[in-house]
């Protein structure tokens, strides 16, 4: 495996590349062996053309019968027909061989890239990914579709036609394979170039996708801060980068093409000099030299698009590699620890914590919050509270120190386990197309309607719920009905309740609702936590007032604990928050 970058995920190497196409295939064996017979099948019946051609030849030079002539015309129409048939069914099998291989191919891409750590899928960078899943493989399946049928017929009737021209006169052959050194002179110059601008290319654009992500993901904060310049310069400087590639390889592509010509016209020359040759001496026949030389001008157009695929399988190959890259990326441990006492009381000793060594984001952390308790974490921004929140859900290992839920580090639990154990809820709630019953039963597939309708009651969201066009079976999400922020939210509450682990971490869970929801939202969280023990990091003081203790931190340290009217009473960093926030807002006091 090699990086295209630093951070980025791994690019396969070729070898490896074709060793993962190798094992995809395998199962197909049966498929592939009929589809390669019936082409072959299909290839040799198209090659009885130019005989037939040149037979009309001999029998008009020797002013044959009329019938004859209908004959062979007749024998020609057939020929056609049967091959059209067997080609139609060949590709079709070739395309059944080549969907079904992409599709396998897609399957154990997603599969591996959602078990993929969260932390490594953040350090590639949101853009990486998403240009591998998109361009990559719409890349794979447009060759798979076009490429791969038409290289395939492409080369057997080279192999074929070359073998018929022997058969003529082994003398054809040789003046054909003169154009041979050009053109393998050619496919090596082209691939030489080729392989590492076309993964040169990919890079680039996961680079451009990725920084258009970062811009308009941010549009709000680059014009709040004037960054708009800034960030246009970087997008027309990946741009540019992205268009200087392109351009290169059409230049690459330009002399591909005028090198195939001049291999072309001499292999054509060197055949009919030939064919005149052999009739001068009467080795063949005016029809044998007119049947070479159509086989060596039918060859133009296989040699050509095998050649040209060469630029579409090269992408392809670019994008594939990618793409194995990822399914080879060696999964996490499988940990098969469970949850100790039933009791879930989270312990943190010793905590500390470094995206980057050198650069410490928490600092000697230590904390208890004990079972059904609710703790609400407060600090001004990057103050570590969703690392904290990050490592005690289990998302990756502290540097030093030890983080336990009911006894066992939460990155050791098994995977049903920490499913069944810890559930972590963002700002960032994605609303999955389709019918919102659907959506709910993601965390449950087992739930009834009225365990559904009773999930929304508790968040209090029924109402809006059964109000929309079609109730629960109302389409959402993409190309659905589209849902507020407030309610996207209640919508991954209700699946907190529907799914049920006794831990729940909410980061900013509430961020995304607008003043008029805050308190509804602040309320189904109160709701959806109770009983469960609890770690929130509060976007809303008023939401941590109501906590049962709350963690005060600043700069990756914990500074004050205790309860809303302990710390304000402290008259220290909570209530100096509190102050603040409160001032210009209507706390519910």
């Keep these: 495996m090699s990086e295209s970058g630093t951070g980025l995920l791994p690019v396969a190497t070729p070898a490896r590349t074709?060793?993962?196409?190798?094992?995809?295939?395998?199962?197909?064996?049966?498929?592939?062996?009929?589809?390669?017979?019936?082409?072959?099948?299909?290839?040799?019946?198209?090659?009885?053309?130019?005989?037939?051609?040149?037979?009309?030849?001999?029998?008009?030079?020797?002013?044959?019968?009329?019938?004859?002539?209908?004959?062979?015309?007749?024998?020609?129409?057939?020929v056609a027909v049967a091959q059209g048939v067997l080609s139609g069914f060949g590709l079709s099998l070739i395309s059944r061989l080549g969907e079904t291989t992409l599709a396998r191919l897609r399957e154990r891409f997603v599969e591996r890239a959602l078990g993929l750590p969260l932390d490594r899928v953040e350090r590639a960078g949101a853009g990486d990914l998403t240009a591998r899943v998109t361009a990559d493989v719409s890349l794979i399946a447009e060759a798979v579709r076009n490429a791969l049928p038409e290289l395939a017929r492409s080369l057997l009737t080279i192999f074929l036609t070359l073998g018929a021209m022997a058969l003529l006169d082994w003398r054809f052959l040789l003046a054909a394979l003169l154009a041979v050194p050009v053109q393998v002179a050619t496919a090596r110059w082209y691939v030489a170039r080729a392989v590492p601008l076309y993964a040169e290319q990919r890079v680039a654009a996961g680079a451009q996708q990725q920084q258009l992500l970062d811009t308009v993901a941010g549009a709000s904060t680059v014009r709040a801060f004037r960054l708009e310049r800034e960030h246009m310069e970087k997008v027309t400087e990946r741009s540019r980068s992205v268009v200087a590639l392109t351009m290169r390889g059409v230049r690459l592509v330009l002399g591909f093409y005028s090198r195939l010509h001049i291999a072309e016209y001499?292999?054509?020359?060197?055949?009919?000099?030939?064919?005149?040759?052999?009739?001068?001496?009467?080795?063949?026949?005016?029809?044998?030299?007119?049947?070479?030389?159509?086989?060596?001008?039918?060859?133009?157009?296989?040699?050509?698009?095998?050649?040209?695929?060469?630029?579409?399988?090269?992408?392809?190959?670019?994008?594939?590699?990618?793409?194995?890259?990822?399914?080879?990326?060696?999964?996490?441990?499988?940990?098969?620890?469970?949850?100790?006492?039933?009791?879930?009381?989270?312990?943190?000793?010793?905590?500390?914590?470094?995206?980057?060594?050198?650069?410490?984001?928490?600092?000697?952390?230590?904390?208890?919050?004990?079972?059904?308790?609710?703790?609400?974490?407060?600090?001004?921004?990057?103050?570590?509270?969703?690392?904290?929140?990050?490592?005690?859900?289990?998302?990756?290992?502290?540097?030093?120190?030890?983080?336990?839920?009911?006894?066992?580090?939460?990155?050791?639990?098994?995977r049903a386990a920490a499913r069944r154990t810890v559930a972590l809820i963002t700002q960032e709630t994605h609303v999955f197309a389709g019918p919102l019953a659907d959506d709910l039963r993601l965390a449950k597939p087992d739930a009834t309607d009225d365990e559904l309708r009773a999930a929304l009651d508790r968040v209090d969201a029924l109402a809006w719920a059964e109000a929309l066009p079609e109730g629960l079976a109302t389409v959402v999400g993409d190309g659905g009905h589209r849902l507020t922020g407030d309610r996207t939210q209640a919508l991954a509450l209700a699946r907190l309740i529907l799914a049920d682990p006794p831990l729940v971490i909410l980061d900013e869970a509430t961020a995304e609702a607008g003043s008029a929801g805050a308190r509804a939202l602040e309320k189904a969280v109160t709701q959806a936590t109770d009983g469960r023990t609890a770690l929130i990091v509060a976007h809303r003081l008023s939401q941590a007032a109501t906590a049962d203790r709350i963690v005060v931190m600043e700069a990756g340290r914990i500074v004050e604990t205790g309860t809303h009217d302990e710390l304000r009473a402290a008259a220290g960093p909570y209530a100096t928050l509190w102050a603040a926030w409160s001032d210009t807002r209507d706390t519910g006091s």
């Design 18 to 78: 074709r060793a993962a196409v190798a094992e995809l295939l395998r199962p197909q064996k049966g498929l592939a062996l009929t589809a390669v017979t019936v082409m072959v099948c299909a290839t040799a019946v198209a090659l009885l053309t130019q005989p037939l051609l040149g037979r009309i030849v001999d029998l008009a030079a020797d002013r044959g019968s009329v019938d004859a002539i209908t004959t062979t015309a007749a024998l020609l129409v057939a």
């Design 266 to 414: 001499l292999g054509l020359a060197a055949v009919l000099f030939t064919g005149y040759w052999l009739v001068r001496q009467g080795s063949a026949s005016i029809g044998t030299a007119t049947a070479a030389a159509l086989y060596f001008h039918s060859l133009f157009t296989p040699v050509n698009a095998a050649l040209v695929l060469l630029d579409d399988a090269q992408s392809a190959t670019a994008g594939l590699a990618r793409l194995v890259g990822v399914t080879d990326e060696e999964a996490p441990a499988e940990h098969t620890a469970a949850a100790g006492t039933g009791r879930f009381e989270v312990t943190v000793r010793g905590l500390r914590h470094a995206y980057r060594p050198g650069h410490p984001v928490l600092h000697d952390i230590d904390l208890t919050i004990r079972h059904g308790e609710r703790v609400a974490l407060v600090g001004a921004s990057g103050a570590g509270k969703t690392t904290l929140a990050r490592l005690v859900a289990g998302i990756q290992p502290p540097t030093t120190g030890t983080v336990l839920v009911d006894g066992v580090p939460p990155t050791e639990l098994s």
